[in-house]
């Protein structure tokens, strides 16, 4: 059974750091990219970052140089370090990962995880 285990987020203030990670385990096949979004509070799922296999990575415009995709193949974890952040940032993040398993592409989420940037 695939899993996507998400670790990390927290309180902080505005201006501060904080990192998530998300590893994934199971016979997932072939990763092509992972995803985290970002669901403000009674708002839609939007779109953070992307990163693929080989470390190719594109951001959403409001989170460029603030936030930084990576990926520890041999931990399976993708992380997210998110810094400078804003009271907009709050919200719960999710971890999304693409992948194919003989010939079949699926997608699967991780559980979220809560962040909270105080002003």
């Known amino acids: 059974q695939v899993q996507l285990v998400q670790s990390g987020g927290g309180l902080v203030q505005a201006g501060g750091s904080l990192r998530l990670s998300c590893t994934h385990s199971g016979n997932i096949g072939s990763i092509v990219y992972i995803d985290w979004y970002h669901q403000a509070p009674g708002k839609q799922r939007d779109f953070v970052a992307r990163?693929?296999?080989?470390?190719?990575?594109n951001y959403a415009q409001y989170v460029k140089g603030r936030f930084t995709i990576s990926i520890d193949n041999p931990k399976n974890t993708v992380y997210l370090q998110m810094n400078s952040l804003e009271p907009e940032d709050t919200g719960v993040y999710f971890c999304?990962?693409?992948?194919?398993?003989?010939?079949?592409?699926?997608?699967?989420w991780g559980q979220g995880t809560q962040v909270t940037v105080s002003s």
């Open positions: 999304y990962c693409n992948a194919i398993w003989s010939g079949v592409t699926s997608g699967y």
């Open positions: 990163i693929g296999t080989g470390g190719s990575s």
